[in-house]
């Protein structure tokens, strides 16, 4: 054997001897499932004054709350989801054509593990993306709701795309306070008041710059910037597109996006 291939066998080995050890579950290929349940707080765990045998679903082997595509769990500890609200909702302080907006909240929660009787802090992130239209200047300029609506979807798909830069970091923080564990329940509750403080201000900026920039458009210039630009799916502005398949526009779910729950969106456009 060359020693070049020894050389890259044995740095193989070392990698992935690595890699286990960071390894909060191992994931079997062949059967789609975990090898190893969820490194978090053993159940039956006691959330509040509520008992939840499992809490974080029944299933302690799946991943994301099976839904990888809207969430990531890299550690098994948390989650960060992503929604995308159908239709659009009516804007009359807006001072444009449409705006591909987005909310987010931060829940938390105090659970206890009964073993041991021990509280740990649970961190929810959610993502909601929501569409604004302003009805009076798609009229004014002869445009129809759809083609508006067409490409405020694209802003959000490249919103998305963005985000999911973000979910990284924002995951190894919160299973970083999801970890800790607290004598009791008033403990808990009161270092969860001053980190979920914490975690907005950390949270918070990193989805808005990702939001920043996965909202706008395509550059002018130069040539080749323009052309890398629509590959990767900024739309050009003001420019019209049709609703992605199966969506239409439809008619409006209301004035103003709704924000009970705790949502927080971002600002409307109101001009330069």
């Not at 009076?136 to 129809?144: G, H, V």
Request: charged share 20%; hydrophobic share 35%.
């Amino acid at each position: 054997m060359k020693i070049s291939h020894m050389v890259a066998i044995v740095v193989a080995v070392v990698a992935i001897a690595f890699f286990a050890s960071e390894a909060s579950a191992y994931y079997n290929p062949s059967t789609g499932r975990f090898l190893s349940r969820d490194p978090g707080p053993e159940v039956p765990a006691r959330v509040g004054s509520a008992i939840a045998e499992y809490a974080d679903g029944m299933n302690l082997y799946q991943y994301a709350g099976s839904s990888p595509y809207a969430g990531t769990d890299p550690t098994g500890l948390a989650t960060l989801k992503f929604e995308t609200l159908p239709g659009w909702y009516e804007e009359s302080q807006l001072a444009a054509l449409g705006q591909a907006r987005w909310c987010y909240r931060i829940a938390s929660s105090c659970a206890c593990n009964l073993d041991t009787n021990t509280w740990n802090i649970l961190i929810d992130v959610e993502v909601r993306f929501a569409i604004s239209l302003n009805s009076t200047i798609i009229a004014r300029e002869q445009r129809t709701h759809n083609e508006v609506f067409g490409h405020e979807q694209r802003h959000h798909l490249r919103m998305q795309k963005t985000m999911k830069t973000k979910k990284a970091e924002i995951e190894t923080a919160l299973t970083g306070v999801e970890s800790r564990e607290y004598a009791t329940e008033f403990s808990c509750n009161n270092q969860r008041a001053l980190i979920l403080r914490a975690q907005t201000s950390f949270v918070y900026p990193r989805l808005n710059t990702a939001a920043t920039e996965g909202g706008r458009h395509a550059r002018n210039s130069p040539p080749e910037a323009r052309q890398r630009d629509i590959e990767d799916g900024y739309p050009l502005d003001r420019e019209p597109y049709h609703p992605l398949p199966g969506t239409s526009a439809g008619e409006s779910l209301g004035n103003g996006i709704p924000t009970e729950g705790g949502w927080v969106c971002s600002p409307v456009y109101l001009g330069r």
